[in-house]
């Protein structure tokens, strides 16, 4: 089983900046796990769910905003980065990160953070 822990949500003023964390961590102790796959959603209230960035390992990435957002992985940590800037009032959401992680035990799955709220407010 692997958990996600998200951090790095909150209040940020228009124009400001944010950088998401997303830690994946495991109790298998053989061989850890992988990062395959990562990619940040977001949830607006009354709207559906969207896909903001992904990047695949060793493959393609996808940013709806290739200007505003990038994203970025620590691998000794087994950690995937948002990086937002020139955040906007339409920004807010509730944002989610789900990595595909290759773990012994599982082989490779999807996995879900549960949400942190960013709010972009003056």
């Known amino acids: 089983q692997v958990q996600l822990m998200e951090s790095g949500g909150g209040l940020v003023p228009p124009g400001g900046s944010l950088r998401l964390s997303c830690a994946a961590s495991t109790s298998e102790s053989r061989s850890g796990l992988t990062i395959n796959t990562m990619a940040w959603y977001r949830q607006a209230p009354g709207k559906e769910r969207e896909l903001v960035a992904r990047h695949a390992r060793g493959g393609s990435s996808y940013y709806a905003d290739p200007l505003r957002f990038g994203i970025s992985r620590d691998g000794a940590e087994n950690t995937a980065y948002l990086q937002m800037n020139d955040l906007r009032p339409e920004d807010t959401a509730v944002y989610y990160c789900?990595?595909?992680?290759?773990?012994?035990?599982?082989?490779?799955?999807?996995?879900w953070g549960s949400g942190i709220q960013i709010t972009v407010s003056s």
């Open positions: 789900t990595l595909n992680v290759y773990t012994f035990r599982a082989g490779s799955k999807d996995y």
